[in-house]
């Protein structure tokens, strides 16, 4: 059983690759060898390239984003049946975002069509060429059971596995490193319009300070650049229309792995204000440092607090500085903690390789 596992190379992106790294690391150590093969973001040829190494493997898991490969996601339409029907070897598909088609677009009616169109076509495409597809929640599954008409026994869910033994520098020492002090609320990774900083900002006086906006705006892992740009825009006017620089810090440029977890280790809660049918690697990062969050209301959250105490749920976008103040209250937050050592040991990449290596057995 030869098994290749497909990702956008880390010079190009660095959140779906990262992951997948770590997942293949952890899968070979359940005695199951898989190999590596990338393609650069946004760059379909390179993937094109690959296709001859692909066709050794018996059992090829490709991870997916909508438009990860480029050119509005179209060459899946290719390489999928290409693999999947002509050269008949059996993919698995891990779909980290599932976009409904009542999904709210930004942009005109023309463009809100051909996007629901695009989706609808390559949900299809990689429905008829895989043998198993894998969400990390039960609400992307609703959306591809009920909406797409794929069959429930195909999509398993699968929450997204967390990095475990994180090295954590202590809170405190981490906020002095950082230059903070007091509470510190972390909203950290790409700054697009989905991730909601705005709806933090705006209310950054009834949440206080420090409300820590860490962010590169030159990111490779997002298929927009002039959004990024737009958003960052958006978000520095709203600190200065209001006086907020007393609350709100903003650290920009890149960030690099060690000070990525540093942000991490000095923050008190992490702010997830995310807007849409999305799911999140930051709220997975969140638990891997065993710290609490404050989400959206959002099916990916909403259903993780069905099950977990290590996340609170905005109910509406004005409710977050009452959740934030919850959260921080002594017995709360101890309780939250509880709720993310809890996550972290049953969605650790030890168990979860152990469940990949199963789906790829029973495939073999």
Sequence with gaps: ??????????????????????????????????KSITFMQGKPLTFLKKLSSLLKYDIIHIQHEYNLLGWYGIPYFLFLPFLGKAKKKKLIVTMHTVLSQNEKFLGGKLKTLLRKILYKTQNRCIDISSAKIIVHSEAFKKILVNEYHISDKKVIVLPHAIIEDIQITDKNKAKEELNLSGNVYLLIGTLGPSHGHDIILRQADKIGKTILVATNPTVVNYRNESQIKESLILNQDIVKKNNFEKFVRFDLGEIDYKKWWKYFSAADLILLPYRGGIGSGIFADAMATKKPVIANNIPYFKEIAKNYNCIKIAETEEDFPKQINEAMKPLQYKKMIQGCEKFLKENGLTPMSKKYKKIYQSLN
């Design 1 to 34: 059983m030869k098994i290749a596992m497909v990702f956008p190379d880390p010079k190009s992106e660095k959140g779906i690759s990262a992951y997948s790294l770590n997942l293949i690391e952890n899968i070979n150590k359940q005695g199951i060898e898989m």
